[in-house]
């Protein structure tokens, strides 16, 4: 009982489905120790052994690869009732850096995700996009100068539903190149010197020009109303004078009227009455 528990807590083999296969066609171990030992279900052993499996694996040899030893093997054939121990635990297998790795079946859907990219995220880097979606940089610029091979037949589609990446590392991926031309825009943008004024500085000069120039406004309008009033009194004492009817007492000129004319000046002008006289027969 200790060892089934302790078979079960083991780690598994590297490849469960090739190493059960091989132990199948290889050794004299009952399905049972075969199906504890890589972590299946019985059945799936006797359907391998049985040639009724639904996939045929390639066997994969638990010896050359350290898992198991020999003698192992033949103390499992000499008692079936007992558990195969791991000799040699598999290296985990890690992903390195490099292009990401895409099954061969979604690799035809490459161009069509990374049209999406260039028409719906065109921050985004070449770099960026060759390791987010596993392409080279060439293939990038032959679909976005549409020189490549196949680009009639190129349809923008989200690589997320294409199953060429996941939303977290798409959004990862956008983020950090918006983010990237946010910078890059504010260190291209000129910095403004010259007025250090406060905004409320601002506002004070504002409303005093407008305070000033309402204040001109109001002036010129005066000074054109009391220009149009003395034109118009001036012209009805002209009218008077030629009916031969008294003028108005007096008729104030606009404080920016020409100056009156000085006394000699006065003296030589013939009002209307004289020239009037003056045109008469000679009484003498």
């Known amino acids: 009982m200790a060892n089934a528990k302790a078979a079960k ?24 120790q075969i199906a504890e030992f890589c972590g299946l279900h019985l059945l799936e052993v006797q359907a391998m052994a049985d040639d009724l499996a639904g996939s045929k694996y390639t066997g994969r040899d638990p010896v050359h690869a350290g898992e198991l030893t020999l003698d192992e093997i033949k103390k499992g054939e000499e008692d079936s009732e007992y558990a195969l121990k791991m000799h040699k635990a598999p290296v985990e297998v890690t992903r390195t850096k490099g292009p990401r790795y895409t099954p061969v079946s979604k690799r035809q859907d490459k161009p069509d995700g990374i049209a999406w990219i260039l028409r719906n995220h065109p921050e985004v880097s070449d770099a960026q996009i060759s390791k987010l979606i596993g392409t080279t940089r060439n293939t990038i610029g032959a679909i976005r100068e549409r020189s490549h091979w196949n680009i009639q037949n190129i349809q923008p589609k989200d690589p997320v539903t294409l199953g060429l990446c996941s939303q977290r590392e798409l959004d990862a991926v956008v983020a950090k190149a918006a ?18 004024r406060s905004d409320k500085d601002k506002l004070i000069e504002e409303l005093r020009a407008e305070r000033e120039a309402n204040a001109k406004a109001a002036a010129e309008a005066a000074q054109e109303a009391e220009a149009e009033a003395w034109l118009a009194q001036k ?50």
């Open 179 to 196: 983010k990237r031309a946010g910078t890059d825009e504010e260190e291209a943008a000129p910095v403004e010197t010259g007025d250090t």
């Open 9 to 32: 807590d083991q780690p598994k083999p590297l490849m469960p489905h090739a190493t059960a296969t091989w132990l199948v066609d290889h050794t004299g171990l009952s399905f049972e």
């Open 235 to 284: 012209r009805a004492a002209e009218e008077a004078a030629a009916a031969g009817v008294e003028p108005p007492d007096s008729v104030t000129p606009p404080a920016f009227a020409p100056s009156q004319p000085s006394e000699d000046e006065a003296a030589n002008v013939e009002t209307p009455a004289e020239k009037r006289d003056g045109d008469g027969p000679d009484e003498g």
